[in-house]
């Protein structure tokens, strides 16, 4: 079943815009430091032709997820807290909304409180996204712009937001313009850096390692919205790595027992309903 499209609110100065999926998100990006705690957004990975969450295998403490080639996935949001969170989220080491190498100071998507997005490509402009579609390394997004370095990995920073000052009799009246200013200034922030996967070449199979692809463009609306970090640094930073299945193998990751499937009723409809498809490209 296909989720209704809602638009959202984003937030451009130095802070955001808002995509499509269940409910459509909001994005935003200004700054503000931070204080561990559990993560209030939660991250997993969607295949979008069966609409399921693909299996986390754990490994050395870092999760995995084994993509297929030619197959278009979602970053799923669950905002588990009472009040908006901010998630910026990269891909093989670049910000999806902006296209610039990843820092956790950049642009995200806003999430209401106790809402679930899917976040489903690169971010193309206030309605279109390209699809995010596992792809061969050589022809995903990074590599193609020069930037294999960080192939392999997917990250998301999480805000919460900071809660509104009660009103005083001397700023009651303040014009709203010199709010939004004050607002808006830009903090200190810290880059997020980049992180290496787990999986270095020697370890894994000589075959070429998975990454995301520019896929499809696709429908995807978005709006701007204020949102003021809590603190410079992210409540809770998550990555998840993703390579194929047996490259994962390969490298000890998953146990070759486990690609064996659970029986399915319908094996014939593991696909979903189909539609009519695009014709080839001329």
């Known amino acids: 079943m296909h989720s209704p499209l809602n638009p959202s609110r984003l937030t451009r100065r130095e802070c955001i815009f808002t995509a499509v999926a269940f409910l459509a998100p909001i994005m935003a990006a200004c700054s503000t430091g931070a204080m561990a705690m559990p993560t209030p957004v939660e991250l997993s990975v969607v295949d979008r032709e069966t609409g399921q969450p693909l299996q986390v295998h754990r490994w050395n403490g870092q999760s995995f997820v084994a993509g297929r080639p030619g197959v278009r996935y979602a970053l799923r949001l669950q905002n588990r807290s009472s009040g908006r969170a901010l998630a910026v989220l990269s891909v093989d080491g670049v910000n999806v909304i902006s296209g610039q190498a990843a820092n956790w100071s950049q642009a995200g998507y806003v999430l209401e409180p106790w809402t679930t997005y899917d976040i489903a490509g690169w971010r193309k402009s206030d309605t279109a996204i390209a699809a995010f579609e596992f792809a061969p390394l050589s022809q995903s997004y990074a590599a193609r712009t020069g930037r294999p370095g960080h192939v392999g990995v997917l990250g998301?920073?999480?805000?919460?937001?900071?809660?509104?000052?009660?009103?005083?009799?001397?700023?009651?009246?303040?014009?709203?313009?010199?709010?939004?200013?004050?607002?808006?200034?830009?903090?200190?922030?810290?880059?997020?850096?980049?992180?290496?996967?787990?999986?270095?070449?020697?370890?894994?199979a000589k075959r070429e390692r998975l990454g995301t692809a520019h896929g499809q463009r696709e429908w995807s609306v978005v709006e701007q919205t204020d949102f003021q970090r809590m603190s410079h640094s992210p409540q809770a930073v998550v990555r998840i790595e993703y390579d194929s299945f047996e490259n994962l193998v390969a490298a000890g990751i998953i146990s070759p027992v486990r690609r064996h499937a659970r029986p399915e009723p319908f094996p014939g409809n593991e696909r979903g309903v189909d539609y009519v498809p695009d014709p080839p490209a001329r």
């Open 156 to 204: 998301m920073a999480v805000f919460l937001e900071r809660p509104a000052a009660a009103p005083s009799p001397r700023t009651a009246a303040a014009p709203a313009a010199a709010a939004d200013r004050a607002e808006a200034a830009p903090g200190a922030s810290r880059s997020a850096g980049t992180v290496d996967g787990a999986m270095n070449d020697a370890q894994v």
